[in-house]
C-alpha cells in the first residue's frame, strides 16, 4: 500500500475513530452472538480500500509494525497465562500430536494446494503453508466464547491456538532464512541455524522472564498497584530483547514466560490475568481493523476462484487430516473430533506475519512474494466468516454444546442447602453441593444430589472441580468466614452479580463496620430477618422448600394473597430454566409460567393439607 504522511492534526482523531470502530464491532458481535473479528475485519475493509479513509500506514509509518509485534506480544501472553497443565492432563498427548504431527500435516496439504492452484512456485507454497498453521487466541478465544464446546474441545482448541502461533513463526523463519540463503550451498544449513538459535534464545528469554516477574510478585519486592505495570514492562522487554537476538524468537519466548508463571502454585495472578484480558480487547479490536485497513481491492480480487478451492482444501483436507493423525488412539468421541476438525479460523499471527515477510522477500527480490497478503487474508476472511456462521449450528447438532450456565453451585450440604437443592432438582436445575462435612455429604447423596467433597474455594478444588453448566453461587453455610471466602473465590469465576449468601445469626447482630463488605461478600439473599438459624429452624420445626408454578389464571398477586406471610418468597425459575433468587432489600414479580420457590411454615403446610382432605372428601361425597 502506498503511503503517504496524515497531517499531524489528523492523527489523534483518526487513532480515536479506530477506538470507536472497535467498541462498536465488540459491542455488535455481543448483541448477535458472533465473532467481534467478523466485524472488525469488515469494518477494516470499508475504512480502507473501499472508502480510503483510514491508511494505516501513512498514519503510523515506521512504528506500524513494531507497534503490532508488540501488542501480538501482549495478546499471546495473555493467551499463555490460562494454560494451567492441570486443565489438559487427560488431552496432554492430542495436543501435543497437533502442534506437531497435525501442524505437519496441514503445511504439507496447504503448501501442495497452493502450488497446484497458484504457481507461485515450491518457496513461497511452503512459506505459505507455514503462515497458515496458526490459529491463534485472538480469533479461537472469541469463537469459543460464541460457539460454548464441552471443556473437553475449548481445552484442545485453546492450547494448539495459543501452542501453534510460535511454531508457526518458527517454520516461516526457517524458509525465510532458506530463501535468502538458497542462491548459496548453504541453504539448509542456514535455515536450521536459525531454527536452533530461535529454540535456544526464545527459551532462555521466556524463563528468565518468568522467573523474574515470578520472583518480583512472590517476595513482594514491587507493591499490589504497581503488579499490572511490571508484568506489561517485563512481556514488553522480554519480547523485545529476544526478536533482538534472534529474528522471530520473541514468539517463543512469552508464550514460555506465560506457561511458567501459569504452573507457579504460589503465586496469585487473577489481578494481572484481569488487566490483560482488558488490555486484549482494547489491542485486537484496533489490529484487526488497521491490518484489514492496510488491502487493497485489486489484490484480493485478482486471486479468483481459486482462493475459494484453497480455503475448501484447507477446510475440508488438510484439518481434517490434522485432526486425524492427532486423535488417533485418543478417548475423544467422534462428535468432538467432528467439530475439532472444523474449527481452524486463522488469526492476528498469520496476518501481522505476511505482511511483514511480504515486504522483506519483495526488497530481496522474491519472485511472487506479493502474493502471500492477499492469499492470507483471504484465508482469514474465510475461515473466520464461515466457521462463524455455522460452528454454533454444527456444535449443537453434534451435541457437544456446554449447557447454559444456569446451574447453581450451592456452598453447604446441611439442612438449609438440601432443602433448597431438593426443590431446584424437581424442575430439572443442575445443583452441585460442596461441603467438606462427610455427614452433610452423605445426607446429600441419600437424596440423590450431586456433591463435591471439599472446599470449593481451594486449590484442590481449583484442580478438580467441574464447574460446566455452572453460573452461580448460593453459600449457604452457617460459618460467616466461609461464605464470604467462597463469594470472594467465586466472585472471578460467575461475576459479582451472580453471587450471593445467606446471611448468619452472628452477622445479624453485628454492627456494619464489623461486617464484610457486600462488594466482595456476594448479595445477601432473600430478607433480612431470615437468617440461616432461623431458616433451619423453620425447617426443623416442620416448615419446607416448596414450589409454585404461576399462570394467567393464578398469578403472584393470587399466590401472595393466598399465602400471606406463611410463605416467604426465595426464587423464581424462568421459562428458560434460570434461577433468580431474591436479593435483600429487593422484590420479586413473576409472571405467567414461571415457578416460584418459597420457604412454608407449619401452619400453611397444615392449612394446604386440610384444604386437600376437604377437597378429597367433597369429590368422594360426590
Known sequence: MTSTHTPTELIPLMLAGIALTGFLCQWLAWRVRLPAILFLLISGLMLGPVSGLLNPDALLGNLLFPLISLAVAIILFEGSLTLNLQEIRNQRNVVRSLISVGAMASWV???????????????IAILFGALTVVTGPTVIVPMLRTVRPNATISNILRWEGILIDPIGALLVVMVYEYLLASSTANGIGQGLLAFVEIIGIGSACGLAGGWLLGTWLRKQWIPEYLANLAALAVVLVTFSLSNYLAHESGLLAITLMGMWLANQRDLHLAEILNFKEHLTVVLISGLFVLLAARLTLPELLSLGWKAIVLLIAMQLLARPLSILLASWRSKLRWQEKALLAWIAPRGIVAAAVSALFAIKLEEAGVENASLLVPLTFSVIFGTVILQSATARPLARWLGVVEPPPHGILILGANIVARAIARELRKHNVQVLLADSSHDNIRAARMDGLTTFFGNPASDYAEARLDLTGLGSLLALSPDARSNAVASMWFQEEFGAQKVYRLQTSTESQQSSKHRHSEEFSGQLLFADHLTWGKFASLLSQGGQVRSTRLSEEFTFEDYQ?????????????????KVTPLVSGSSMAPKAGQIVI?????????????????????????
Open 598 to 622: 418459597s420457604l412454608c411454615n407449619k401452619a400453611m403446610l397444615d392449612r394446604l393439607a386440610g384444604e386437600r382432605d376437604r377437597s378429597t372428601s367433597t369429590s368422594q361425597t360426590s
Open 109 to 123: 496439504v496447504t503448501a501442495l494446494a497452493t502450488q497446484l492452484l497458484f504457481a507461485p512456485g515450491w518457496p
Open 561 to 577: 394473597k393466598r399465602n400471606g406471610s406463611d410463605a416467604m418468597c426465595l426464587m423464581c425459575i424462568e421459562q428458560d430454566g
